[in-house]
């Protein structure tokens, strides 16, 4: 999905839409968008003849965003604000991080879009790594950055925010607004309630959000509203370096915990084997 300026002199209207195969432009550009389309409570009346439909393009999206991420190497999802300028703090942090996470041997992924999200996407590409953006459709169009290798165009938030946390080993979080404060949020709750395991959250810009982490500290875990601990599930560093060594550290681990499990159960199942063995019966002697 993806909008530009201008168009044939005379038509009043411009800008162009991509959904899939089609495009669309001017006035056959609609005023709404899919999401709008389905949670809005005063279409309830047309779900007859319009949800099961839209049911099938949910299917469609998710059928779409697995078979193209199926082979995505290890990845990291970046996050931060569309409005950052190139020249800001944390657009020059996410380009270095990028860069960094790509030497590492991880894909980006990111929404696809301007500001923070285009500098990780460049950072990314210019190290030689994958860069990935999820487009979503939007009232106000973004369009993709030119540093995306692999794109996908979504209509429905809901679909594109599995991709995010499905194929990534990580998500770091720059500063940002709603839609990045939605991101963070949800993987700290996935997380904290055990649907995802071992899943690193950084939050880069120190400054940014000191204000956020102190409500959380005084507020919400002082009136027992999250754990204790709860605030150990979030790296905070200005550190690219740091950042990219506690996603690896975390993923080493993970991987150890997965490898012993797997050799418990293999010393099991020989146990079992050897215990089985010993308690069958012995065959009648052979007859001399």
């Known amino acids: 999905m993806s909008q530009s300026n201008g168009g044939p002199a005379g038509r009043g209207l411009s800008g162009e839409r991509h959904r899939g195969a089609v495009t ?6 609609p005023t709404s968008t899919a999401d709008q389309r389905l949670l809005d409570s005063r279409g309830r009346g047309d779900w007859k003849t319009k949800d099961a439909w839209r049911a ?3 299917l469609s999206e998710f059928v779409e965003g697995f078979d193209t991420l199926a082979d995505l190497p290890p990845a990291v999802s970046v996050f931060g604000s569309a409005r950052s300028k190139p020249e800001s703090p944390e657009c020059r942090l996410a380009e270095e991080l990028g860069g960094a ?4 041997g991880y894909a980006v992924i990111t929404g696809g879009g301007p500001g923070v999200m285009e500098a990780a996407n460049r950072g990314a590409g210019q190290a030689g790594g994958l ?3 999820l487009g979503i459709e939007l009232p106000f169009e973004q369009g993709l950055n030119d540093w995306v290798d692999l794109a996908i165009d979504f209509r429905y938030f809901f679909a594109r925010k599995t991709m995010f946390v499905k194929y990534a080993q990580a998500f770091v979080v720059l500063p940002g607004g709603f839609g990045t404060m939605d991101e963070l ?8 309630t055990g649907k995802v395991t071992r899943f690193p959250v950084v939050l880069m810009g120190v400054d940014y959000w000191r204000g956020l982490l102190d409500w959380l500290r005084d507020s919400m875990a002082a009136e027992g509203k999250i754990g204790p601990t709860d605030l150990d599930l979030i790296c905070v560093t200005d550190d690219v370096n740091e950042a990219v060594r506690h996603i690896v550290e975390a993923e080493a681990v993970l ?3 997965q490898e012993a499990v797997r050799e418990e159960a293999v010393a099991r199942v020989a146990a079992d084997q050897q215990a089985a063995a010993e308690a069958a019966p012995e065959g009648p002697a052979e007859q001399g």
């Open 185 to 192: 949020f949800e993987a700290l709750t996935l997380v904290q």
């Open 24 to 29: 669309l432009r001017n006035r056959a550009i």
């Open 56 to 58: 099938l393009r949910i």
């Open 131 to 133: 860069s990935v953006g």
């Open 101 to 104: 996470l790509a030497r590492a």
């Open 255 to 257: 991987s150890a915990e």
